[in-house]
T-cell receptor, first 116, second 115 residues
Framework: AQKVTQAQTEISVVEKEDVTLDCVYETRDTTYYLFWYKQPPSGELVFLIRRNSFDEQNEISGRYSWNFQKSTSSFNFTITASQVVDSAVYFC?????????????FGTGTRLKVLA | DTEVTQTPKHLVMGMTNKKSLKCEQH?????MYWYKQKAKKPPELMFVYSYEKLSINESVPSRFSPECPNSSLLNLHLHALQPEDSALYLCASSQDRTGPGNTIYFGEGSWLTVV
């Protein structure tokens, strides 16, 4: 069965520290996609990245970077030099053939607090 | 700024009221979604419309009634709700390519309180 695990419920860091949010997934499909979303207190889920199962290249976008490792079924997210504006809940999600066109399997989210 | 807009942002309604949540997207997407999110939980899928037809209903109680007037608009009609229905309701949209991997874009949500 598909599953996404975000074991870190809440993380607190001081501004300018680096922080890594973990995401471990389970799927039997060979074709699947992984996503990260940010949800600030305002409520909107903001799309950050999509990665497919055939592309294991790491991705960097400004202070954000993602490390996809199929060998460990992980898709971890690192924020470098964190800022107060990074404070939010971050969700990792999985979409695969089994779940179909419209369904995401969400993790339970990690609440990140960046302290000034 | 989000390209999926939702109104109202906040709604307080009594258990006997009838109200509606509205959503509009301007990305030319042909799939639209309603999600419900309780505090400290991930979003839960309620309904999916594909090309203006209801494609998925996740066994949602009939007091929630979706409507898709056209490819850009999505409504959620609310009637006789219970206090436990208080939650953040998120509208979303995506392209409608067959198979996994469609990126879902969310609106800012409507915070609903049932009193």
């Amino acid at each position: 069965a598909q599953k996404v695990t975000q074991a870190q419920t809440e993380i607190s860091v001081v501004e300018k520290e680096d922080v890594t949010l973990d995401c471990v997934y389970e799927t039997r499909d060979t074709t699947y996609y992984l996503f990260w979303y940010k949800q600030p207190p305002s409520g909107e889920l903001v799309f950050l990245i999509r990665r497919n199962s055939f592309d294991e290249q790491n991705e960097i976008s400004g202070r954000y970077s993602w490390n996809f490792q199929k060998s460990t079924s992980s898709f971890n997210f690192t924020i470098t030099a964190s800022q107060v504006v990074d404070s939010a809940v971050y969700f990792c999600a999985l979409s695969d053939i089994t779940s179909g066109t419209y369904k995401y399997i969400f993790g339970t989210g990690t609440r990140l607090k960046v302290l000034a | 700024d989000t390209e999926v807009t939702q109104t109202p942002k906040h709604l307080v309604m009594g258990m006997t009221n009838k109200k509606s949540l509205k959503c509009e997207q301007h990305m030319g997407h042909r799939a639209m979604y309603w999600y419900k999110q309780k505090a400290k939980k991930p979003p839960e899928l309620m309904f999916v419309y594909s090309y203006e037809k209801l494609s998925i209903n996740e066994s949602v109680p009939s007091r929630f009634s979706p409507e898709c007037p056209n490819s850009s608009l999505l409504n959620l009609h609310l009637h006789a709700l219970q206090p436990e229905d208080s939650a953040l309701y998120l509208c979303a949209s995506s392209q409608d390519r067959t198979g996994p991997g469609n990126t879902i874009y969310f609106g800012e949500g409507s915070w609903l309180t049932v009193v």
